[in-house]
């Protein structure tokens, strides 16, 4: 492997919520480009800044730095936080309230991204772009199950990330929703024909020009090819040149099941890098470890992913102090918990 060491930069997953020194040595890797947080390496919105402040200056430039903040169940950061109602929400305001839940949509996505980006954080891997169709994983982290609604709501909620300064991450191309299984705990195949697939894949269509990055899911799609999509140089083809998709493509986590395909941890870092994705993402920080031990890049080898990490670094528009003196984003704060409060308890508040 260190003859040929694969060039889609490390998103690495850290242990805590204080950096350790090995930890920093393993950051310090050409090889890493970023970090990706959880809610292991949250405790409150300070210890936060301290954290973010610590990576981003480990480096120059410096570490991209991100979380999955969607909102409902997939919200790592909480205590100090807008609670976020999930995008199902949404799309179920959507059938009874189109320009209520369209003008919601872009409050979720300006909130979100003003809380992240004024704690330090360059980026959430928003939004989902899926279809509620029968997924395990997916569910109510998907806007609805018709493809006008999501790509619709999305819209909205790109503009409010756009707004509040930061870029976006569609997923999980070309589309985890329509099958039940969840890639995290196993190999999943999908075996419709293309056509079959047209409402997953419009959502991407329609908003592949707004879309900074896209993640391709660990499925297997074998109507256009036998891996996994993001191990798959035909379905990054496809993306790039059917729905004409110019941004980053970042790999879904290395470590999870539906990545057994493409062969062990460093097969995957391989095959993904081949296929066409800049950044892979690898959770577990031992994964991470493992992996720049067995390559000594030279020092050419990542300046491609270094670039594609740095264009997703996101830059506040205000401060959250500037922000939380307009009462209109107080308001929009105060909506968004009212509705996520009442999704948990049955309600229809807003």
């Known amino acids: ?131 509620d169709r029968g997924s395990q994983v997916i569910g109510d982290r998907a806007f609805g199950a018709d493809p006008d609604t999501v790509a619709a709501l999305a819209g909205y909620y790109l503009a409010g990330m756009r707004d509040a300064g930061m870029k976006s991450c569609g997923k999980h191309f070309p589309g985890h929703g329509s099958v039940a299984a969840d890639t995290h705990d196993e190999i999943v195949t999908d075996p419709r024909p293309l056509d079959e697939m047209a409402d997953d894949l419009a959502p991407f269509r329609a908003l592949a020009g707004q879309l900074d990055a896209i993640m391709p899911a660990h499925v297997r799609y074998p109507a256009l090819a036998p891996e996994p999509a993001g191990f798959s140089k035909r379905w990054i083809e496809y993306l790039r040149d059917d729905l004409a998709f110019g941004g ?3 790999s879904d986590d290395l470590d999870m099941a539906g990545a057994a395909p493409a062969g062990d941890i460093a097969a995957r870092w391989r095959q993904c890098s081949a296929a066409g994705c800049d950044l892979a ?70």
């Open 1 to 131: 492997m260190s003859d040929h060491p694969a060039s889609a930069g490390l998103v690495a997953g850290i242990a805590g919520p204080e950096l350790q020194a090995p930890e920093r040595e393993m950051l310090a890797h050409p090889a890493v480009v970023g970090v990706i947080l959880f809610s292991r390496n949250y405790r409150d919105p300070q210890q936060l800044e301290t954290l973010c402040r610590e990576l981003h200056g480990l480096r120059d430039p410096g570490l991209f730095v991100c979380v999955d903040q969607e909102g409902g169940r997939v919200q790592r950061f909480r205590d100090g936080f807008t609670a976020l109602p999930a995008l199902g929400a949404l799309g179920r305001w959507y059938a009874d309230h189109p320009g209520r839940a369209l003008d919601m949509a872009y409050r979720h996505g300006r909130v979100m991204a003003a809380e992240v980006l004024g704690r330090g954080v360059d980026m959430s891997l928003a939004p989902v772009l899926d279809l």
């Open 248 to 250: 980053v493509v970042i």
């Open 281 to 350: 993402l690898v959770c577990r920080p031992d994964s991470a470890q493992a992996l720049i031990s067995a390559v000594e890049p030279g020092p050419e080898c990542f300046e491609r992913a270094r670039a594609a990490a740095a264009a997703l670094a996101g830059r506040a528009a205000f401060t959250l102090d500037e922000q939380d003196l307009v009462p209109e984003f107080r308001a929009w704060k105060q909506s968004l918990s009212r509705l996520a409060d009442d999704e948990s308890t049955g309600g229809t508040r807003v």
